[in-house]
């Protein structure tokens, strides 16, 4: 439609002004990572007993353990009781000490925990006994929050574009992640996760349409991957600085402040020409083309340059354009699944990091630097085999691993671990292809709303994964059966979707509208008598057809 791809050749695929957006794409992985996996250090296990100080009223010369043995029940593997206790009496000492205590009632003053602990969320809002499944339903809150930013950033930056949204995440996340550092109610607590959980969302989105509108097709898997492996570095940081730092207020602020920083993106930060010229802005696209073309050292012939107009009037899309057109449906049904069933595996291993048996850090560790390869071999995997095969594979072989965890004994843990990490591998690898696939596969006018919408069914999964774990209090194999199953049944609907690879980018939905062409254009493109006007290659002959 536009003629921006063949202008973004002559500007350069991949040159000094593309590596420079990806490098601006990148460096807020690091704190988006933090963002997802934080809370993980800032609740610990820890042992806890309800507050019994009441005791010390009749006897103040008590020693620990002779409180203890007066006031706590045990349970039938001898230890104390970590919920209950014995109601207090209106007693003297050698009576309770005579005839004993018998009633017991839940920790109403309370709970003591380990005195040398750093504060944690675990030990300051008492996340424990009846509100020890608070954690999980705030891990869900956060996935609340990514889901809404979808919901509201998706649309938003097909409508004001991908820079403003980009911005305006990115000060939302510096404001409530350190807020979040100085809140003083645990559901305060919450509702700030629940909006930098938003903010999240429009970073990675409105950067993935960037990368994927200013770079030429055979360098766009790299480039999104780039920023998935510095995601993967984010977490092995996150790693190292909930070790180092164990008071949880101070490691939000450590990292969450940095942040602060990225608001130099104003200055440097371009538009996408494509979304641009949807727009009807094409004097802007020319300008932003012209100074990247100038960055790389290239020139953009003027014949070329006045080619750059939408064919008539360009609609803008909508989220029913994805529900009537029949081809967008399918595709959009397709990939919103495959994004659900990647987003419940990857945070259902990434969730359940401190249950697999070993070090917290060690494992949180092995989990960043295994997305490593896993993101950098899927740059590979795409150029060599395409998008529909690998994203079908993987997914599973991600169920695969999963369904073999759940059927391991509890107390090989060693061997569960390593099943884990090589599930997260797996799973990065599904999800890493998907966000490539699906910025493909969806045309300009609306790609950020069809992105948004596969989002959104990630992150109803990703608000499902935390509690899904809840159901191990009933059954250990539960969880992971789920995790296991869901992907198989994804996986096989791939197999449905059209092939994207080595094609150009729809700019409108019209584009897309007529299957035969891309047949078409391959037969004759052959021949060389396919010609648009000026003697370019017609771009409408290589965008994606289904």
């Known amino acids: 439609m536009s ?17 420079r ?27 806890h007993r309800c507050d019994t100080s009441w005791i010390r009223a009749v006897g103040p010369n008590l020693t620990e353990e002779e409180q203890l043995n007066l006031t706590l029940p045990r349970d039938v593997d001898g230890e104390f009781e970590q919920c209950s206790r014995y ?3 209106d007693w003297d000492l050698g009576s309770i000490m005579e005839y004993g205590l018998n009633t017991t009632e839940k920790c109403i003053d309370g709970w ?59 000060s939302l996340q510096a404001l409530f992640g350190v807020g979040i550092a100085f809140v003083p109610h645990f559901y305060v607590y919450m509702a700030f996760r629940c909006v930098v959980g938003a903010s999240v969302t429009g970073i990675t989105m409105s950067m993935l349409a960037l990368a994927t509108e200013w770079i030429g097709v055979t360098s766009r898997p790299t480039a999104v991957l780039v920023s998935h492996c510095c995601f993967a570095i984010g977490q092995m940081i996150l790693a190292g600085l909930s070790y180092g730092i164990r008071h949880w207020r101070l490691l939000q602020i450590a990292g969450s402040a940095p942040i602060f920083a990225f608001f130099f993106y ?30 790389n050292k290239h020139t953009i012939p003027p014949e070329l340059l006045e080619q750059l107009k939408p064919e008539g ?29 990647n987003s419940l595996v990857y945070y259902g291993l990434s969730l359940n990091v401190a249950n697999f048996g070993l070090d917290i850090y060690l494992t949180q560790l092995a989990f960043g630097a295994v997305e490593i390869p896993a993101r950098v071999g899927c740059i590979f995997i795409l150029q060599r085999f395409g998008r529909k095969k690998p994203q079908a594979i993987l997914m599973l072989l991600s169920g695969l691993v999963c369904l073999i965890i759940s059927g391991i004994p509890e107390d090989q843990s060693v061997v569960i671990t390593i099943l884990a990490i090589t599930g997260k591998f797996t799973a990065s690898s599904a999800f890493s292809t998907s966000y490539v696939y699906t910025a493909e596969l969806f045309p300009t006018v609306i790609r950020q709303t069809g992105v948004g919408l596969c989002s959104m069914a990630a992150r109803v999964s990703g608000i499902l994964a935390p509690l899904i774990l809840l159901l191990g209090q009933y059954h250990r194999v539960i969880p992971m059966a789920i995790f296991g199953g869901v992907p198989m049944v994804g996986g096989l609907l791939c197999f449905l979707l059209p092939e994207t690879q080595g094609t150009e980018l729809a700019d409108d939905i019209g584009d897309i509208n007529h299957p035969e062409v891309h047949e078409n254009a391959n037969s004759t493109s052959e021949k060389g008598d396919m010609k648009g006007k000026g003697g370019q290659v017609n771009e409408s002959t290589k965008t994606t057809y289904f």
């Open 3 to 19: 003629g921006v791809g063949e202008i973004l050749k002559a500007v350069g695929d991949f040159g000094l002004f593309q590596k």
């Open 21 to 47: 957006l990806v490098l601006l794409t990148v460096v807020p992985c690091f704190s988006v990572a933090f963002h997802q996996f934080c809370q993980l250090f800032m609740v610990p296990h820890l042992p």
């Open 87 to 89: 109601s207090p009496v």
């Open 112 to 170: 003591v925990y380990p005195s040398a602990q750093p504060p944690s969320l675990l030990t300051e809002f008492d996340l424990v006994c009846d509100r020890r499944d608070l954690d999980d339903v705030s891990q869900a809150i956060y996935m609340l929050g990514l889901f809404l930013g979808c919901m509201i950033f998706g649309p938003l930056s097909d409508r004001i574009g991908r820079r403003p949204v980009v911005l305006i995440s990115i």
């Open 266 to 295: 104003t200055q440097v930060l371009p538009e996408s020409p494509r979304w641009l010229v949807t727009k009807g802005r094409i004097e802007e696209a020319k300008k932003a083309l012209q100074k990247a073309a100038s960055t």
């Open 313 to 341: 009037q360009t609609k803008s899309g909508s989220i029913l354009d994805l529900f009537r057109k029949k081809h967008l449906l399918k595709v959009t049904l397709i990939m919103s699944c495959a994004w659900f069933v």
